[in-house]
């Protein structure tokens, strides 16, 4: 029988068995552990997976992975070479970021949307706490520009006042959405804000720092109807692209790669090149040189002798 993984803590899994439209729990064959020893999680949420036919009294026993359609993965720092799978089979990402308390880069967005199209995850930048903007205007104005005339959807949002919130939804309908971000920035009262009856803990921010106070723990793809979930997940600190060549990260910045054919060389890496046309887009004003500095550190902290 086949189910979907909702939550993994351990070795128990919480999974949906969408025939019987009831939960079950399982754990993992031996032989799927000694797999997925490179991943911190060889299970992730979102998974489809083949269960052992029950046993009275016992719970399942996961005997196979179906084949993934897509799935988020990063690595937790540039040195770290294990990966961590936050979810799979996603319809929609979310990457939730909040201006203040806490700041998000747009560098750690970058990544995020980089992987997104390596993985062919459509993505969405929901800015939370636009409640706050007032106090800091250019700042809030800043991050918003960088991620302007791009293929991503950007929504300011506010858990706190509602902004938003009904535009939010209507991206929900239908479908499997991950929600990612750093901790505090408000996913989980986010998630509140969209469906209350899942009474989400929420947690404040460290009173030196502003920062999140990690109070989401493990990622669980939470139930809204049989055809739309929403998976919230513990806040991230770092977000280390996994497993990329250096001419294939030019490829997932859309600008670079929609103006690449224009280089003289087509293994041009837009650094020095002669003849480069996203150097000469940068001089132009046809590529952001926001976005470009972010691109150039992505290609840095892909090499090794950049690394810390
Ligand atoms: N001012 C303001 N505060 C908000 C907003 N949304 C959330 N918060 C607050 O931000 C803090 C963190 O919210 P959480 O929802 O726990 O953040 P999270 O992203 O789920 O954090 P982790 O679970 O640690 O990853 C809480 O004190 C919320 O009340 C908002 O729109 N405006
Ligand atoms: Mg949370
Ligand atoms: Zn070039």
């Known amino acids: 029988m086949d189910g979907i993984v909702t939550r993994s803590t351990g070795n128990h899994y919480s999974i949906w068995l969408p025939y019987a439209k009831r939960m079950t ?12 020893l490179k991943h911190t999680n060889p299970v992730a ?19 196979e992975i179906h084949d993934r359609k897509n799935y988020l993965i990063r690595t937790s720092t540039q040195l770290d070479k294990q990966t961590h799978i936050l979810a799979s089979n996603l319809d929609g990402l979310w990457i939730v970021a909040s201006v203040l308390k806490p700041r998000t880069s747009t560098g750690f967005v970058d990544r995020i949307l980089v992987t997104a199209e390596a993985y062919s995850i459509p993505a969405c930048i929901v800015v939370n706490k636009s409640d706050l903007w ?22 300011s949002v506010s858990a706190e006042t509602g902004e938003g919130i009904d535009d939010l939804r209507d991206w929900l309908d239908s479908k499997t959405t991950l929600v990612c971000g750093h901790s505090g920035v408000g996913k989980s009262t986010l998630i509140n804000a969209l469906v209350p009856a899942l009474d989400l803990k929420t947690g404040g921010l460290s009173d030196k720092h502003q920062k999140g106070k990690h109070t989401t723990t493990f990622a669980e793809m939470l139930f809204i109807n049989e055809k739309t ?51 000469e887009g940068l001089e132009s004003g046809g590529i952001n040189p926001d976005r470009y500095k972010n691109y150039l550190q992505m290609l840095e902290s892909n090499h090794p002798e950049y690394r810390r």
């Not at 729990?25 to 997925?36: E, F, I, W, Y």
């Not at 929403?230 to 001419?247: A, N, S, V, Y």
Request: with cysteine; aromatic share 10%; hydrophobic share 35%.
């Open 45 to 63: 949420v979102g998974d489809r997976v083949r269960l052992s036919e029950p046993i009275p009294g016992q719970p399942h026993t996961i005997e």
């Open 134 to 155: 007032p106090e800091h205007p250019e700042e809030a104005q800043q991050f918003l520009s960088h991620f302007r005339d791009l293929p991503y959807p950007i929504l």
């Open 229 to 279: 979930w929403i998976i919230d997940t513990p806040g991230i600190k770092e977000f280390g692209l996994f497993d990329m060549q250096d001419e294939q990260i030019g490829d997932f910045f859309p600008e670079i790669f929609r103006t690449k054919r224009k280089c003289r060389f087509s293994n041009c890496l837009h650094t020095n090149e002669p003849g480069c046309a996203v150097l």
């Open 25 to 36: 729990t399982a754990q993992l064959a031996g032989k799927l552990r000694m797999q997925g």
